[in-house]
T-cell receptor, first 112, second 107 residues
Framework: EAQVTQNPRYLITVTGKKLTVTCSQN?????MSWYRQDPGLGLRQIYYSMNVEVTDKGDVPEGYKVSRKEKRNFPLILESPSPNQTSLYFC???????????FGSGTRLTVV | EDQVTQSPEALRLQEGESSSLNCSYT??????LFWYRQDPGKGPEFLFT???AGEEKEKERLKATLTKKESFLHITAPKPEDSATYLCAYYGQNFVFGPGTRLSVLP
């Protein structure tokens, strides 16, 4: 089944404790992206990658890091999480350009 | 700044009561307009892509249309299972999502 897999689905952590949210896709998509979704603010792009070893900032990149060492994986790293990073996070992938995204199921992160 | 707005913010319909959702955008160089459905706590699910004014796409009770500055998602004879948040997004230089319309269909 074609899908984007994110882990974990739920995560509660403390301020300052480094964490990684994994994302993997099995559709050979070149384009991958991370979004956060907050009530009243909609989906906002954090980082995106157009291909292996090519990443770029989206609209809200502060406090996040990404890497794209392999085509299928695009982990999101929070080096020192803060409470304002409490949110619902989605990984998405596509063939690139104006083609529709396939989204993961989401990771609900709470930073206390 | 490129923007996407959606109206109404929320919509309640009786089962079978047809209606339309609106997506308006200010953008230069539109390369694609997308509609997604999102159920609570889940990732958005792709519905349609529209590329040029005048284009229409249909899927079951849903029909999406596109003009130069807006898109409509028409819902014909909706059922309770159509209840969800509907998101539109445009692709110019990058994707920009609208805030969504929360649709509730009452039996």
């Amino acid at each position: 089944e074609a899908q984007v897999t994110q882990n974990p689905r739920y995560l509660i952590t403390v301020t300052g404790k480094k964490l990684t949210v994994t994302c993997s896709q099995n559709m050979n998509h070149e384009y991958m992206s991370w979004y956060r979704q907050d009530p009243g603010l909609g989906l906002r792009q954090i980082y995106y990658s157009m291909n292996v070893e090519v990443t770029d900032k989206g609209d809200v990149p502060e406090g996040y890091k990404v890497s794209r060492k392999e085509k299928r994986n695009f982990p999101l790293i929070l080096e020192s999480p803060s409470p304002n990073q409490t949110s619902l996070y989605f990984c998405a992938s596509s063939f690139g350009g104006p083609s529709g995204y396939t989204f993961g199921s989401g990771t609900r992160l709470t930073v206390v | 700044e490129d923007q996407v707005t959606q109206s109404p913010e929320a919509l309640r319909l009786q089962e079978g009561e047809s209606s339309s959702l609106n997506c308006s955008y200010t953008v230069s160089g539109l390369r694609g307009l997308f509609w997604y459905r999102q159920d609570p706590g889940k990732g958005p699910e792709f519905l349609f892509t529209l590329y040029s004014a005048g284009e229409e796409k249909e899927k079951e009770r849903l029909k999406a249309t596109l003009t130069k500055k807006e898109s409509f998602l028409h819902i014909t004879a909706p059922k309770p299972e159509d209840s969800a948040t509907y998101l539109c997004a445009y692709y110019g230089q990058n994707f920009v999502f609208g805030p969504g319309t929360r649709l509730s269909v009452l039996p």
